[in-house]
């Protein structure tokens, strides 16, 4: 066994299977949202989509990575920019949603400014390893890459706080609000 070759080529069958099986469900997970999206559109569908299709890109760039056909630099940078992408649309889409919870008045508050912070520290690191990693230097990239893997889920709990805010605190009674807020959120 040569051991000068890429760690990769020595995945056992069964990771390479069940990376194979993420890609599948995937792909059907998608098909079905593309779906619904065409039948009966909306934007929470077509947002989901793209969502989906992000996610794919994601798996399928796992899956080549696995099998060998996809190496280090390239596989570095598909994943860096697809989780990137996929980090600021959830923010977006999700702040956008949370919106139509608040009243006009009280939209922009403090978790919606942490939500867009967050959101831009995240992409500043993200961009940071991408440059790292394309740029000969003594640091290493991955740090930075792992780093703001470790971000993103940060940045969707912000977004979700901020989306949800309001319907946590109807569902506490802490504060009255308007009886729009309960009807968005049941729906």
């Given at each position: 066994?040569?051991?000068?070759?890429?760690?990769?080529?020595?995945?056992?069958?069964?990771?390479?299977?069940?990376?194979?099986?993420?890609?599948?469900?995937?792909?059907?997970?998608?098909?079905?949202?593309?779906?619904?999206?065409?039948?009966?559109?909306?934007?929470?569908?077509?947002?989901?989509?793209?969502?989906?299709?992000?996610?794919?890109?994601?798996?399928?760039?796992?899956?080549?990575?696995?099998?060998?056909?996809?190496?280090?630099?390239?596989y570095c940078n598909l994943?860096?920019?697809?989780?990137?992408?996929?980090?600021?649309?959830?923010?977006?889409?999700?702040?956008?949603?949370?919106?139509?919870?608040?009243?006009?008045?009280?939209?922009?508050?403090?978790?919606y400014w942490a939500a867009?912070?967050?959101?831009?520290?995240?992409?500043?690191?993200?961009?940071?390893?991408?440059?790292?990693?394309?740029?000969?230097?003594?640091?290493?990239?991955?740090?930075?890459?792992?780093?703001?893997?470790?971000?993103?889920?940060?940045?969707?709990?912000?977004?979700?706080?901020?989306?949800?805010?309001?319907?946590?605190?109807?569902?506490?009674?802490?504060?009255?609000?308007?009886?729009?807020?309960i009807a968005v959120g049941?729906?």
């Open positions: 066994m040569n051991t000068t070759a890429p760690a990769h080529y020595f995945l056992p069958d069964g990771a390479k299977i069940y990376v194979w099986s993420v890609v599948a469900i995937g792909t059907v997970s998608c098909g079905f949202i593309g779906c619904n999206a065409l039948l009966d559109p909306n934007r929470i569908r077509w947002n989901c989509f793209i969502l989906s299709f992000l996610t794919l890109g994601m798996a399928v760039s796992n899956g080549l990575q696995a099998s060998g056909f996809l190496e280090g630099l390239l994943t860096c920019i697809s989780a990137l992408l996929f980090n600021n649309f959830i923010m977006a889409v999700t702040v956008n949603l949370g919106g139509k919870f608040y009243s006009p008045e009280e939209r922009i508050n403090r978790l867009i912070v967050a959101t831009i520290l995240t992409n500043m690191v993200f961009i940071g390893s991408l440059i790292i990693h394309n740029v000969t230097s003594y640091f290493n990239g991955i740090i930075f890459d792992h780093i703001a893997r470790m971000c993103v889920p940060v940045v969707i709990i912000i977004s979700f706080a901020y989306a949800f805010y309001p319907v946590v605190v109807i569902g506490t009674d802490v504060d009255h609000k308007p009886a729009l807020v049941v729906w």
